[in-house]
């Protein structure tokens, strides 16, 4: 993995790198044992009662369900100074999980994407703040 020491996450409790592996930081609810993202989403199915939600990191790796490559910029409120694009945007499948989960796919050459091919979590450099850090989303590549 990359040099994760000077990074900071965009948006807080959505990806994390503490054990070494990028992962998405999910919930389970132990009523009915979905999986939902960002973990603070609660209202995940009618009639359930959510007792016994508790965080988990997915699994760093799952498998591309779709995709579609933009050939213009994210628009606001996402910011970058990097330039982007073309770039794909993936649902990634964790399948044990029953949980799709769609983020921009990134190092990749996008003609040889593949519905089902192996997909890691990853960062994407977004722009330094400023106290001198990069700003990162999570983001996909392909695993080859
Ligand atoms: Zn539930």
Redesign the pocket.
Known sequence: MENMANKVARIPNLVDWSTGEVRLMSAK?A????YFFPREHYQ??PG???EGVENVLLPGKGKLASYTVQYYPCPAPFRTDKKITPYGIGLVEFEAEKIQITGIITETDLKSLKVGMEMETTVLDLYVNEEKQEVVTWAFKAVL
């Open positions: 609810c009523s009915c044992g979905t995940h199915r359930c009662s959510r």
